[in-house]
């Protein structure tokens, strides 16, 4: 029996599948604090048996690191009840033979959507930046996991935005996230179809996303998913600019065409890459 849980900030999801990462069987309830999700997630699991393999894709900041003694915790989070609370200690308590991982959601996501390759980088753009890197077959971290929403592009000409990083104003997330468009332009991401110069800051910035993970980590592709990706040809757009900038240098986009691709499992993406981790 292998298991998956996705926790994300608003709904959790949690499930039975396949090693594949195929979904038998799920459930989906509203996230509360963390000892009540966990609760309804293992009852839900008991009523189905006893799980061999458990992967956990989770909201963060989170110790993913496995040689760190508050690995599978919640760190600094301001989301009540959830701060130091042990995700995998809630279910070894209860299922002690199982084997238990747990990662990021953008790193699980990645998984999900490696279809195959080894080197591919996930990046997500709704209320916050996040990203995900798996590279060589392993998911990337270091003492905690990437951060890579919260870093300093260079300016798009003519914007003087100063951004909504709480901590760092105008860092990526601060320019590009949902709330970044809604502050800037005054409508909601959604409603800026007719705004071209909202979607040219808008790609020039996840662009530049994309080339510093070419000049990190080579990855064959990179997703790009969440709300904002949703606008039309939003990815080709960012592709452009890509190429634009890199003046053939990188081998990686050289040799992979799409390389911006939006994401294939949508919705499912988080609770399949659980089930994938669970089985790796
Ligand atoms: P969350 O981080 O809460 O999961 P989402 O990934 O759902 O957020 O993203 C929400 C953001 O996506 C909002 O800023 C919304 O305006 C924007 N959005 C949703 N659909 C579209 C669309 N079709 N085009 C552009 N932006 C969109
Ligand atoms: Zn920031």
């Known amino acids: 029996m292998i298991a998956g849980i996705e926790l994300g900030g608003t709904k959790t999801v949690v499930a039975l599948g396949e090693a594949d990462g195929r979904v038998i069987e799920e459930h989906r309830y509203p996230t509360t604090d963390g000892p009540e999700t966990l ?66 959601d953008v790193n699980v996501a990645v998984l999900a959507e490696a279809d195959g390759l080894d080197d591919v980088a996930y990046i997500t753009i709704g209320t916050g930046i996040g990203g995900g890197v798996l590279a060589d077959g392993r998911l990337v971290h270091g003492a905690v996991h990437s951060e890579l929403g919260h870093w300093f592009p260079r300016r798009a000409e003519g914007d003087d935005f100063a951004g909504v990083c709480p901590f760092h104003g105008d860092c990526l997330e601060g320019l590009a996230s949902g709330p970044a468009m809604k502050q800037r332009w005054g409508r ?18 996840l662009a530049q996303a994309v080339l ?33 900038a890199a003046q053939s240098y990188f081998a990686a986009l050289e040799e992979n065409s799409p390389f911006v691709v939006p994401p294939q499992h949508g919705q499912q993406a988080g609770i399949r890459g659980a089930l994938l981790l669970a089985s790796s």
Not at 188 to 205: C, M, N, Q, S, V
Not at 212 to 240: C, D, Y
């Open 39 to 104: 609760a309804r997630a293992i009852a839900w699991l008991q009523e189905r048996g006893i799980p061999e393999r458990i992967g956990i894709g989770a909201f963060g900041p989170i110790s993913v690191n496995r040689a760190r003694a508050d690995y599978g915790s919640l760190l600094a989070t301001p989301k009540p009840g959830w701060r130091g609370f042990s995700v995998t200690g809630a279910l070894a308590e209860v299922f002690p033979a199982a084997r238990v991982a747990i990662d990021t």
């Open 188 to 205: 909601e991401a959604r409603d800026l179809g007719d705004e071209p110069r909202a979607w040219e800051f808008e790609t020039h910035y």
């Open 212 to 244: 510093v993970l070419l000049a990190a980590v080579n990855p064959a592709r990179v997703v790009i998913g969440g709300g904002v990706s949703q606008a039309e040809g939003f990815h080709g757009q960012v592709e452009e600019k890509v190429r634009a």
